[in-house]
């Protein structure tokens, strides 16, 4: 039999084998091949074939195909062949997983999260315009809450390591009482365009600003911003102007989307169980379609980062590059067990940064405890966050501690031991506020809470989380996020990472506590895919 004709069947028997069990795959590396006539083997400076009868004919056609292919007549045929089986096996193998998980996509079906059973008729896709409003009576029934607020004496230096301080969190209830002007804050919300739309049942709100001053028949490069919990759309009113008027003439003016992930803010909550990020995602394309979009970037943080990672999981040519700044350490494997294992001593072998050593151990208190201490808020919410959440959605003071902690510790784990939580540090009061007033005028934070329920309840082994992403990716690695992801772990779920930007400060609200630091990471690597599509 000529060599390539039992390369072919080899690949043939590989693939179907792998198809039907991939752990039966070892099993071919046990099968020895050698017809009646031909065997082969592989040396440093041929392919050689060796035959019993005359194959003069077989040997010549060979080659023509093989410039090194020769005869030979050592014996020993059935053991000859085994390196080339070995060799031609796994690469069949190896060609045929990496084929797999390249066309890979992450498959999902409609959903129907409205009221009752969905409807007959076509879904309604007309786009209104929204408006944040507010009234007297809002405010009153706001007040009338501070002024009945049950204060609780701190722990003597306890700072916030015990939660909120209490100390402070006075000085919050006051000036939230007393200064603080929600009306402003509204016509601040309202200075740039929103918009609702039905999809899948379910009200979506959005934000869309689109440059100005464009020369004629130009347009902005479509850019989705997706936020995360215990944010809101409202993250990204600081960067919006720096992406859509940029002073800088060489960079992008960009068309930006901010949806609301329904449940959160002015996108209505579902009914139904089960609306997790991959149905985020799939709403938030169907979004991007209506639109009139067929290609755009994605940004996203905190649960941004799963949505639009979805996103490109399941459109991978729709998603034209995919900007994060958070992407949680991937599932733990032997490779991420030898890095923890080996890194500290042997940093160069697993590519890790001093940042990274800093970061990652001691293993027991950066990636154990120090977790522990911020994720206790995920427990809950991922198993009962109806409970907690009532009691937030009738306690604006209980909701403002809640929520305004995470920006603290979030930001900078060493504002635990400030008595203020270093709040007025990176953001202001006037901000942190307006957020709060998102999840309380709207009521939404236990539908929001719930989205940790969805996205946990089934398992973190998700399909997926088995799903390796190729859509070009940007990740702006902040010193201070939740969680430290190096940049090799990173690349493992990332499969296209063609940028990887140690960024000078900042922690988990990045585009909220440093826009500029943002906006210029997000123009840096369009930029580079933008200059490789024009050569």
């Not at 210029?520 to 490789?532: G, H, M, S, V, Y």
Request: hydrophobic letters at 35%.
């Amino acid at each position: 039999m000529p060599y390539y004709q039992i390369w072919e069947e080899f690949a043939r028997a590989a693939e179907k084998l792998y198809l039907t069990d991939p752990m039966k795959v070892r099993v071919v590396l046990k099968y020895r091949h050698c017809d009646g006539n031909l065997c082969m083997k592989v040396t440093d400076d041929a392919v050689c074939l060796q035959y019993k009868t005359d194959q003069a004919q077989d040997v010549k056609k060979i080659e023509k195909l093989h410039g090194k292919v020769r005869g030979c007549n050592t014996a020993g045929l059935y053991s000859m062949i085994t390196e080339v089986l070995v060799a031609l096996v796994l690469g069949a193998v190896v060609y045929v997983l990496l084929l797999r998980r390249r066309q890979e996509v992450l498959k999902t079906e409609d959903g129907w999260w409205g009221e009752g059973e969905p409807p007959d008729t076509p879904e309604d896709d007309t786009i209104h315009p929204f408006k944040v409003e507010t009234s007297s009576e809002e405010i009153e029934d706001l007040h009338k809450r501070l002024d009945h607020t049950r204060p609780f004496p701190c722990l003597e230096d306890s700072q916030f390591n015990y939660g909120f301080n209490a100390k402070y969190l006075q000085k919050v209830v006051s000036y939230w009482r007393n200064d603080f002007d929600w009306k402003k804050q509204v016509e601040k919300l309202n200075r740039y365009p929103h918009f609702k739309t039905k999809i899948e049942g379910i009200d979506v709100h959005y934000v869309h600003v689109r440059p100005r001053n464009l020369p004629e028949g130009t347009s902005g490069v479509p850019l989705l911003m997706v936020h995360g919990w215990p944010g809101s759309f409202y993250e990204f009113y600081g960067i919006l102007p720096l992406l859509t008027e940029p002073r800088n003439p060489d960079d992008f003016a960009f068309e930006v989307i901010c949806p609301s992930i329904p449940g959160y803010g002015f996108s209505e909550a579902p009914r139904k169980k089960g609306f997790n990020s991959v149905c985020a995602a799939r709403v938030f394309h169907k979004l991007m379609k209506r639109l009139g979009f067929t290609q755009f970037y994605a940004h996203g943080g905190d649960w941004g980062w799963l949505v639009t990672t979805n996103m490109a999981q399941l459109e991978p040519k729709t998603v034209k590059g995919l900007h994060i700044n958070f992407a949680p350490p991937p599932k733990f494997g032997v490779g991420m067990a030898m890095s923890i294992l080996l890194g500290r001593r042997f940093p160069k072998l697993f590519g890790f940064t001093e940042h990274d050593l800093s970061r990652l151990f001691p293993v027991k208190q950066k990636l154990i405890v120090e977790s522990l201490m911020e994720t206790g808020y995920m427990h809950i919410q991922a198993t009962k966050p109806d409970t907690i959440g009532r009691g937030l959605n009738d306690s604006p003071v209980g909701l403002a501690a809640y929520i305004l902690e995470k920006f603290s510790t979030w930001t900078n784990p060493e504002f635990r031991n400030l008595e203020d939580g270093g709040l007025e540090r990176n953001f202001s009061l006037d901000d942190l506020l307006t957020n709060v007033m998102i999840y309380w005028t709207t009521g939404s934070i236990i539908s929001s809470m719930r989205f940790y329920k969805e996205n946990f309840g089934e398992g973190l082994n998700q399909k997926h989380a088995k799903i390796p992403v190729y859509v070009p990716t940007g990740y702006a690695a902040f010193p201070n996020e939740l969680m430290h992801t190096p940049k090799p772990w990173v690349k493992q779920m990332y499969r296209k990472l063609k940028s990887y930007t140690p960024m000078a400060r900042g922690g988990h609200f990045a585009a909220m506590e440093e826009p500029q630091l943002m906006a210029e990471d997000i123009q840096n690597f369009i930029r580079k895919l933008e200059k490789r599509k024009r050569k």
